[in-house]
Nanobody
Framework: QVQLVESGGGLVQPGGSLRLSCAAS????????MGWYRQAPGKQRELVAA???????NYADSVKGRFTISRDNAKNTVYLQMSSLKPEDTAVYYC???????????????WGQGTQVTVSS
């Protein structure tokens, strides 16, 4: 019902920047909030950043000050601007769409296929 397609992943040197994008299509009338997750080998999937329909945002402590999530409603697209990248940021990044709750924060409902981000010299 909802399709999410990520782009922008790749190889970047430490200290570099990268911008991920995620375009939504299908039953997008049901989309109220969007978020980015990542999962590195041997580690749990974690929420990196989320943005509500009202513009509220939430970031993982490890990326605050370096990553910025934003939306372009006209293009049905969400972005993740990543700066000052570190090797620890290497992971598969997943776009998601869902809801924002008062008590639990962002709750995903749909997922993209993931895009690899590798930070290495």
């Amino acid at each position: 019902q909802v399709q999410l397609v990520e782009s922008g992943g790749g190889l970047v040197q430490p200290g570099g920047s990268l911008r991920l994008s995620c375009a939504a299509s299908g039953s997008i009338f049901s989309i109220h909030a969007m978020g980015w997750y990542r999962q590195a080998p041997g580690k749990q999937r974690e929420l990196v950043a989320a943005i509500s329909s009202g513009g509220s945002t939430n970031y993982a402590d490890s990326v605050k000050g370096r990553f910025t999530i934003s939306r372009d409603n006209a293009k049905n697209t969400v972005y993740l601007q990543m700066s000052s990248l570190k090797p620890e940021d290497t992971a598969v990044y997943y776009c998601s769409a869902g809801i924002w709750t008062n008590y639990s924060g962002y709750v995903p409902g749909y997922w993209g296929q993931g895009t690899q981000v590798t930070v290495s010299s």
